[in-house]
C-alpha cells in the first residue's frame, strides 16, 4: 500500500489548512487509518483515526479543532486543522493499519504498520 500526503505549508496562528491522504487502492481506505504528528526532537505522536464503520478517535490536544473524513471515491483521507497553534508545528503522516477494519488500538503509533513520507505543517505565532 502507498500513502500519499499532501496539503502542508506555512500559517499563522488561528488559521486552517486541510491535509489530503491518497492511498494507491481505494480499499486500503477500508481499513483502520489515521493522521500523526512529529515535532522536531519529540516522539511521533496520534492525532485522529476513522475506522471503516465511520467512528472516529481524537488526541485531547486537537479535539474540537481537527476533523479527520473520508472522501466519498474511497481512495482519500483528509484532516481538516482549524485554529491552529504553534504547537501544531510538525510533520504529518498518514498510517494504516491493515490488519483490521476497526481502530482497536487507538492512537497507538506502533500498531500502523503502513506509512506515508509525511507533509509539513508549519504554524507561525
Known amino acids: 500500500m502507498q500513502l500519499v500526503e499532501s496539503g502542508g505549508g506555512s500559517v499563522q496562528a488561528g488559521g486552517s489548512l486541510r491535509l489530503s491522504c491518497q492511498a494507491s487502492?481505494?480499499?486500503?481506505?477500508?481499513?483502520?487509518i489515521g493522521w500523526f504528528r512529529q515535532a522536531p526532537g519529540k516522539e511521533r505522536e496520534g492525532v485522529a483515526t476513522l475506522d471503516s464503520g465511520g467512528k472516529t478517535t481524537y488526541a485531547d490536544s486537537v479535539k474540537g479543532r481537527f476533523t479527520i473524513s473520508k472522501a466519498v471515491t474511497m481512495d482519500t483521507i483528509y484532516l481538516q486543522m482549524n485554529n491552529l497553534t504553534s504547537d501544531d508545528t510538525a510533520m504529518y503522516f498518514c498510517?494504516?493499519?491493515?490488519?483490521?477494519?476497526?481502530?482497536?488500538?487507538?492512537?497507538?503509533?506502533?500498531?500502523?504498520?503502513?506509512w506515508g513520507r509525511g507533509t509539513q505543517v508549519t504554524v507561525s505565532s
Open positions: 498510517a494504516a493499519d491493515d490488519s483490521q477494519f476497526y481502530c482497536s488500538y487507538g492512537l497507538v503509533v506502533s500498531k500502523y504498520t503502513s
Open positions: 487502492q481505494y480499499i486500503y481506505m477500508s481499513y483502520c
